[in-house]
T-cell receptor, first 111, second 114 residues
Framework: DAGVIQSPRHEVTEMGQEVTLRCKPISGHNSLFWYRQTMMRGLELLIYFNNNVPIDDSGMPEDRFSAKMPNASFSTLKIQPSEPRDSAVYFC?????????FGPGTRLTVT | AQSVTQLDSHVSVSEGTPVLLRCNYSSSYSPSLFWYVQHPNKGLQLLLKYTSAATLVKGINGFEAEFKKSETSFHLTKPSAHMSDAAEYFCVVSKWSNTDKLIFGTGTRLQVFP
């Protein structure tokens, strides 16, 4: 298996633009997690899905952030409009049982 | 509520010497505990996990951790450090289900000197 796939790996955008991050979980995994990592705040869970249904989105910073999982093999995290403080590395992870497998991350820079 | 505390933000060792990264946890039930490693500009990789089976858990790359309920600790050790072990290490706690959140520690940066 190729592992968790994220795209793009790097994204540079201007403040106010819409940003969409994509994730393909490991086939057969039924849970998917979106995290954000910054130097100041460390690793934060934004939202997670189980069987394509959002279970907990309490970590989503504000209404500018939204996440979808239309099927078992694809999820998106959208930021609209983006702000400089959204600059971070965004990780997607998937799991079947106890272990979460992380993707390589998307490094987002908002100027 | 669950939590983990990584007692050292930075640890420096010489190559070939033992590694000890300390982690204490707090949980009102039997937790699952993990150690993840993150190399620079990489994603997180699972090193090892404890899920109420053997208290001494062996992981990849020669790492192991011992679950000590009486001390609420889950320290990570390795007998002999290698230069490639330099990375950030995260102690993590969760409930028993894959639908539960992972609670990450703040991380310990391991430096290995030649």
């Amino acid at each position: 298996d190729a592992g968790v796939i994220q795209s793009p790996r790097h994204e540079v955008t201007e403040m106010g633009q819409e940003v969409t991050l994509r994730c393909k979980p490991i086939s057969g995994h039924n849970s998917l997690f979106w995290y954000r990592q910054t130097m100041m705040r460390g690793l934060e869970l934004l939202i997670y899905f189980n069987n394509n249904v959002p279970i907990d989105d309490s970590g989503m910073p504000e209404d500018r952030f939204s996440a979808k999982m239309p099927n078992a093999s694809f999820s998106t995290l959208k930021i609209q409009p983006s702000e400089p403080r959204d600059s971070a590395v965004y990780f997607c992870a998937s799991s079947l049982e106890y272990e979460q497998y992380f993707g390589p991350g998307t490094r987002l820079t908002v100027t | 509520a669950q939590s983990v505390t990584q007692l050292d933000s930075h640890v420096s060792v010489s190559e070939g010497t033992p590694v000890l990264l300390r982690c204490n946890y707090s949980s009102s039930y039997s937790p699952s505990l993990f150690w993840y490693v993150q190399h620079p500009n990489k994603g997180l990789q699972l090193l090892l996990k404890y899920t109420s089976a053997a208290t001494l858990v062996k992981g990849i790359n020669g790492f192991e951790a011992e679950f000590k309920k009486s001390e609420t600790s889950f320290h990570l050790t390795k007998p002999s450090a290698h230069m490639s072990d330099a990375a950030e290490y995260f102690c993590v706690v969760s409930k028993w289900s894959n639908t539960d959140k992972l609670i990450f520690g703040t991380g310990t940066r391991l430096q290995v000197f030649p």
